[in-house]
């Protein structure tokens, strides 16, 4: 089992000499978001589902300049440095990163903290450190973080890489799902 960071975890788990055991969580958050919110519309944005095979993602979002605004639906990783920690591991003892890093976006993301007594508060994009963008390097090459999320400008060691190994970086520029609840516990 591995986890990013107990800062942005509000699971409840155990292990014990049974197994892991972990609270279940709901499977459709989006029923709670109030009807007004679900209004905004994704405008021109271009669809993206991200539950497609990674060459094929990657071949739609070739035909698009940068700036294309895009609505991304699907699967995505939550990473932060623990977790990269966890995968360098694994590539320096001879494994292989799991299926999964190779098969979805990862999303640099760090808890955000909830305003007051509110219903609902999110997580929010990430800096990618200097670290990361080496780490970054590392798992694509083992055919891992073929998409990366985060936010803030790159720098051109960055933006270098992306270049040289066709991988792509969004940069988010609002928070996911748009804003924050307003009711009272």
């Not at 975890?9 to 029923?31: D, S, V």
């Not at 977790?83 to 292989?96: N, Q, T, W």
């Not at 799902?177 to 009272?184: K, N, Y």
Request: hydrophobic share 30%.
């Amino acid at each position: 089992m591995g986890v990013s960071c107990s800062a942005d975890r509000n699971i409840k788990a155990k292990i014990n000499r049974e197994g892991i055991w972990i609270e279940k969580l709901e499977h459709n958050p989006g029923q709670y978001i109030p009807p007004a919110l679900r209004q905004a519309g994704e405008g021109d944005a271009v669809k993206v589902d991200l539950n497609r095979p990674m060459k094929e993602i990657l071949a739609q979002l070739s035909q698009y300049p940068v700036s294309t605004r895009l609505s991304l639906t699907g699967t995505i990783i939550v990473g932060r440095d623990i977790a990269h920690a966890k995968l360098k591991e694994r590539i320096e003892s001879g494994e292989d990163l799991p299926q999964y890093i190779k098969d979805h976006p990862i999303y640099y993301a760090g808890p955000a903290k909830n305003p007051g007594r509110l219903s609902i508060w999110l997580i929010r994009p990430h800096h990618r450190r200097p670290e990361w963008t080496l780490m970054s390097s590392l798992l694509q090459s083992h055919g891992g973080s073929m998409i990366m999320l985060a936010k803030g400008n790159r720098s051109q060691q960055v933006t270098d890489a992306c270049k040289k190994t066709r991988r792509l970086l969004f940069g988010q520029y609002r928070r996911p799902g748009g804003g924050s609840g307003t009711a009272e516990h």
